[in-house]
C-alpha cells in the first residue's frame, strides 16, 4: 500500500512539473524533475517496484529534455545513458535524443554507435517515429565518408 502512495505521489509531482516543460521553463522543470529523481533515488530498495522505477525512466527522459533544451548537452546525455543502460535498453526516445545531441556535438562516431544500439534494441515501427535524425545521421555519416575518401586521394598524390 506504501507504494501506490509513493507512486501517486511521484506521478502527482511528475504532473505539475511537466507544466513548466510545457511553458517552456526549463530552468524550472529541471530543479523539479531533479528534486522528484532524489526523492525516488532515496527510497528504500523493497518500496521499488516496476511502476516506480518506469516513472523514473520517464521523469530522467523528461529531464533530458528539458536540459537539451537549455544547451546542457553533457547532462542531458547522462540522463539518456542512465535510461538505457539501468532502467530500459529499448527506449527508442532516449537514443534519438543522444544521436541528436552527438549529431549537435559534430560527434557522428558517437551519434552512429547509438544509433547501432537503437537498431540491435528498438523495433522498427518505434525507430520510423525518429526518421527525421536518422536521416540527418546518415548525411553526417556520407559528409564524413567523403571526407576521409578525399583526405586518402590527397595522401596518394602527395
Same mark, same amino acid.
Given at each position: ?21 510545457? $511553458?517552456? $521553463? ?37 529531464? @533530458? +529534455?528539458? +536540459? ?17 543502460? *539501468?532502467?530500459? $535498453?529499448?527506449?527508442?526516445? @532516449? ?5 541528436? $545531441? ?10 552512429? =554507435? =547509438?544509433?547501432? +544500439?537503437? !537498431? ?20 553526417? !555519416?556520407?559528409? *564524413? ?14
Amino acid at each position: 500500500m506504501e507504494s501506490n502512495n509513493k507512486l501517486n505521489e511521484i506521478i502527482e509531482e511528475k504532473n505539475k512539473v511537466n507544466e513548466y516543460t510545457k $511553458n517552456g $521553463n526549463f530552468k524550472e522543470a529541471e530543479k523539479g524533475y531533479k528534486e522528484i529523481i532524489d526523492k525516488i533515488n532515496n527510497l528504500p530498495k523493497e518500496e521499488l517496484n516496476e511502476e516506480i522505477l518506469n516513472q523514473k525512466k520517464l521523469i530522467l527522459s523528461n529531464l @533530458s +529534455l528539458s +536540459l537539451t533544451k537549455q544547451k546542457k548537452i553533457k547532462e542531458a546525455k547522462k540522463c539518456d545513458i542512465e535510461i538505457i543502460r *539501468k532502467l530500459d $535498453n529499448k527506449f527508442t526516445k @532516449s537514443y534519438a535524443r543522444l544521436i541528436n $545531441n552527438y549529431l549537435d556535438e559534430k560527434n557522428v562516431t558517437c551519434a552512429r =554507435y =547509438y544509433h547501432s +544500439l537503437m !537498431i540491435k534494441e528498438c523495433k522498427k515501427e518505434e525507430i520510423e517515429k525518429f526518421l527525421d535524425i536518422v536521416q540527418k545521421l546518415e548525411i553526417e !555519416i556520407k559528409k *564524413k565518408d567523403t571526407f576521409i575518401k578525399d583526405i586518402e586521394f590527397l595522401k596518394q598524390l602527395s
